[in-house]
């Protein structure tokens, strides 16, 4: 992973944004599912209470996380499954071969699971001979383009129908230059069954772990990882160990939440429950029920009292399509598994230098802290990282120079007076070409301010200030005096 | 190499090292939450928003009408039939000893507890379906659910359900099976379902 | 009440106007108000690139100049949140003489302190409303359109009050601009395509002036506008409320700064 190159997000995201027209259909949208989010929710009166909730819930949970954790692994083992843990990805990968070498399989189908992206599971099964196939239509169609999703609910977002028409033409023989959505999900769907229907084992994410009755629950619209999990005779569910919430009532809070949030729906197609192996109606086990629960940085988020509420995510990627960075730079800007808002806020754990253009990848609108389903304080972890990065000497020495100079100017008012008015007479007088040059990353598109005859300042201290004390403290450096109270 | 037990008390280990203090589980009470005047009515609205067809039907005579004026249905080959009183089929789900040979199967008429009124969600009680994958496999789902068994909102779905809920499996479904992964387009019938028929039973005999 | 009014260092040094009309229109409200000279900056572009140390310095200054007042008057939401919401480490040992629970933005202030009915000033022209992100979502100036807590819109009051000004209905009520602060020239080419979309609302609404409570906003979108030689204008809420009439040149055009135009691409 370190071998990749660093490109940082301003880069990436300059060349994006160079195609106006491809980035403004892009954004377009994805403005259109923050829109559909909006109608849904103005249906839902008490909306911010079920936000207020949720945040509750998962607070309370994370606070008292390994002692949920236990009560999980207790009631699912009592339930028959099998359940596993890893401290980080490569345990993960590692478990998931060995139940796949056990059980002798070597055809697997997966559905939508961030962790599995994040432990960079497909390549390491390949690596060990194993096929995968990933079922989620959008995921399946960056699979067989050898690209990375661009957005967590949405993989595929960034392509359009003529791209995916390409692909299926190349893989799945379908018509070349077709590019209707319903002939090629159709193909999709035939394509797909067949590797369902001969796969030896189902990989699937979590979306919310059941502490008191050891069930997992998975929601989807497509149905594939219910046929991922029902009928192959191994099941393997990967989970966050985040994703528990206390007990089954909970989940009536983040039902409502979840879709609403992530398409504008008013629930997904399919919420499956499992509890335990599958069995028939004698109760006789009839496959197997992996469950592995995963660390791989959580809980040192989790340490964090600023970062913790980052593990509240429930992977809704409402803060991708409101972040209007995102939507105008894409996901693979972003250089990380899980890119936007919350990508930016978890990445940098993960690998601070690696990531460091992330939490400045943000114009601090706080739309994502109010759209977040789960109250995560997205925009202010941001600005926090911000600070972290600072401290940790990750902010280019150009940057903590300029602002270690202006400090210093704006300690010595009549030192910033005099600053400005040199700069006002500058801008002025300098020929165009020396202000507007390369360097100038303001003046790439904009000019700049056209610059006034006299500041503010200087007309207080001619009209107003004769006689007051403020004016003989205006001329003090550093600690001047208070003035008189009155 | 550590061992299973390694990795478990390694987790928890450092989980319990650093202690966070939070306020208990908040009760979920809300007097608030949302409800509707006319349960059927919204039901029938979401459950249409969301893609599937919703009928209220009063006999079998009626329900079987509205299916035998489907295509898919009049030429489905495989039928399996959950509720034969009110819709039979031609094939029974139990003569498939595994669950792939029910790639053929065209529809499937399933029972449903109850629906839920703000989503269009059903729940399936899988204790007496034989093969879950079924429900995922058919081409075409119907399901009947009692019309006076619908509840307003999640609040009260997960209430309902309550300890049925530990089952091996069970399943709000609501409308067909749907993507829009190609360019935002909204396409039903993506793995699951084609299409989903709802029946609300209006029948005091319904069960 | 004896007012001291804070003025962003931009303001002060580039467009002045914006602060004669806030001390107008509080003046003209009848309200004593002072300007500190001594004042620089509330520390938020160091605080927001998380040069800690730095931003700590200046807000514990800014609350030295300004604790002989009863209330802060800043026309600027972003600067007003700054010292609202994210100075608290920097006072945990030290006294902010009550700075942080005193200070309002210039629309809070008119309508919630001031309560002001009347302005006494008309604006027959149609108004873009920008929605500046920190005096929407920070200060809660009015409802974001991502939450479902009912919220005045202050900006929006007060504008209603002007004689003859039509607002405009955009297409995305309350998205970013692009300024951010140092975003604007750290992700430059994000920051002007944002500028630009937002341009395109507010032209397609009809607007002939774009309005705002915070100038950095319109000073990044006035420099697109003037780049791309467009007739839509930018004009703080201040200068509106204070009967500025549109097309209010914030510095008298001398030779000078028509030679820089004559310039221009």
């Known amino acids: 992973m370190s071998a990749l190159p660093i490109i940082e997000h301003p880069r990436a995201a300059a060349e994006f944004v160079a195609n106006r027209e491809r980035t403004r259909w892009h954004d377009k949208a994805l403005w259109f599912v923050r829109e559909k989010r909006d109608r849904m929710v103005r249906t839902i009166p008490e909306w911010e209470w079920l936000r207020e909730m949720a945040s509750q819930i998962k607070t309370h949970t994370i606070a008292n996380l390994a002692e949920y954790l236990e009560q999980f692994e207790r009631s699912a083992t009592a339930a028959g499954a099998h359940v596993h843990w890893a401290r980080d990805a490569e345990e993960h990968n590692t478990i998931v071969l060995r139940i796949l070498r056990e059980n002798r399989a070597q055809r697997i189908v997966k559905s939508k699971s961030m962790l599995t992206e994040e432990c960079h599971l497909n390549p390491f099964l390949e690596r060990h001979g194993i096929e995968v196939i990933d079922s989620d239509l959008g995921e399946r169609i960056v699979q067989l383009r050898e690209e990375t999703p661009s957005h967590i609910v949405l993989p595929a977002i960034h392509i359009k129908k003529e791209e995916v028409g390409d692909t299926f033409h190349q893989h799945l023989g379908t018509a070349a230059g077709a590019s209707d959505p319903k002939y090629l999900t159709e193909a999709a769907r035939d394509h797909l069954r067949d590797k369902f229907l001969r796969a030896d084992a189902g990989l699937t994410g979590v979306n919310f772990a059941i502490a008191e009755t050891g069930g997992i629950v998975i929601c989807t619209n497509e149905g594939n990882a219910d046929l991922g999990a029902s009928l192959p005779p191994v099941h393997i569910a990967s989970m966050g160990i985040e994703k528990l919430i206390p007990r089954a009532i909970d989940l009536a809070v983040f039902t409502r939440l979840l879709a609403r949030s992530a398409t504008g729906q008013p629930i997904t197609t399919y919420t499956s429950h ?30 964090s009292p600023e970062f913790r509420e980052a593990l509240h995510c429930i992977r809704c990627g409402a803060c991708m399509n409101t972040c209007p960075v995102y939507r105008r730079s894409g996901g693979h800007s972003y250089g990380a598994v899980v890119p936007g808002p919350i990508g930016s806020v978890l990445s940098p754990t993960i690998d601070a230098k690696r990531h460091k253009s992330l939490p400045h990848a943000c114009s601090l609108c706080g739309s994502c802290t109010d759209v977040c389903p789960v109250r995560i304080p997205l925009h202010h972890q941001l600005l926090a990282w911000r600070k972290e990065l600072a401290a940790r000497r990750l902010l280019p020495w150009s940057k903590r120079l300029a602002m270690k100079g202006v400090t210093f100017v704006f300690q010595h008012p009549a030192l910033m007076n005099w600053m400005g008015k040199m700069s006002r007479m500058a801008l002025r007088w300098t020929p165009r070409p020396l202000i507007y040059h390369r360097w100038n990353d303001w003046g790439k598109g904009r000019e700049l301010p056209i610059p006034p005859q006299q500041s503010f300042r200087e007309w207080w201290v001619k009209n107003r200030g004769a006689g007051s004390a403020e004016v003989q403290s205006a001329h003090e450096t550093d600690r001047h005096r208070r003035p008189k109270e009155e | 190499m550590s061992s299973a037990a390694d990795a478990k008390q390694i987790i928890l280990d450092r989980l319990r090292s650093q202690v966070v203090t939070a306020p208990p589980l908040p009760s979920l009470q809300n007097e608030d939450v949302i409800t509707f005047a006319d349960l059927q009515g919204q039901f029938c609205e979401t459950s249409r928003s969301v893609g599937a067809a919703c009928h209220v039907v009063h006999s079998p005579a009626e329900l079987t009408t509205i299916l035998n004026d489907l295509e898919p249905f009049r030429r489905a080959r495989r039928i399996v039939s959950l509720l034969p009183q009110w819709v039979p089929g031609n094939t029974d789900l139990q003569n498939f000893d595994e669950p792939h040979s029910l790639r053929s199967l065209d529809w499937m008429i399933a029972p449903g507890l109850f629906g839920v009124a703000e989503n269009g969600a059903i729940w399936i009680d899988f204790s007496s379906i034989s093969h879950r994958a079924s429900l995922f496999l058919t081409q075409y789902l119907a399901i009947l659910v009692p019309a006076k068994n619908l509840v307003p909102h999640m609040h009260a779905a997960y209430e309902r359900v309550g300890r049925a809920i530990t ?6 479904v609501s409308g067909p099976s749907k993507t829009a992964d190609i360019e935002q387009s909204l396409v039903l019938g993506a793995h699951g379902c084609r299409t989903l028929n709802v029946f609300l039973l209006a029948n005091p005999e319904a069960e | 009440m004896r007012v001291g009014l804070f003025v962003p260092c931009y303001i002060d040094q580039f ?41 700590a310095r200046l807000a514990q200054r800014a609350a030295e100049i300004f604790a002989p007042y009863t209330h802060v008057v800043c026309p600027s939401g972003s600067c007003t949140s700054m010292i609202r919401h994210h100075c608290d480490e920097y006072f945990e040992t030290s006294d902010d003489f009550g700075l942080r629970g005193k200070v309002f933005e210039l629309c809070e202030f008119l309508h919630d302190v ?6 006494g000033v008309h604006f027959p022209h149609r108004v873009g409303l920008h929605q500046s992100c920190h005096g929407l979502r920070e200060l809660r100036l009015g409802w974001s359109s991502e939450t479902m807590t009912h ?25 970013c601009c692009g300024f951010g602060g140092t975003f604007a020239v750290n992700e430059a080419d994000v920051s002007v395509a944002m500028g630009l979309d937002r341009i395109d609302d507010h032209a397609q609404a009809g607007a002939e002036v774009i309005v705002a409570g915070d100038m950095s906003c319109l000073m990044h979108l006035e420099g697109l506008l003037r780049r791309n030689k467009q007739r839509l204008e930018v004009m703080h809420v201040a200068q509106v409320l204070a009967g500025r009439p549109r097309a209010h040149e914030v510095v008298s055009r001398d030779a000078n700064a028509k030679r820089l135009e004559r310039g221009s691409p």
């Open chain 1, 274 to 303: 499992f509890h335990g192996p599958r069995r028939d109606l004698s109760g006789q086990q009839t496959g197997q029920l992996h469950l592995i629960l995963v660390d791989n940085g959580r809980a040192q988020i989790r340490d």
């Open chain 2, 167 to 172: 089952q091996p499996f069970g399943l709000f």
């Open chain 3, 15 to 55: 467009y002045p106007d914006v602060a004669h009309s806030t001390l107008e229109v509080l003046e003209r409200c009848g309200v004593e108000v002072d300007f500190p000279v001594a004042q620089t900056c509330c520390g938020q572009p160091m605080a927001n690139t998380g040069c800690t140390d730095q931003a």
């Open chain 3, 114 to 119: 001031l309560c002001v009915e009347e302005f």
């Open chain 3, 151 to 175: 919220r005045d819109d202050k900006v929006r009051r007060l504008l209603q009050r002007v004689e003859g000004l039509q607002l405009v209905t955009l297409r995305r009520a309350d998205e």
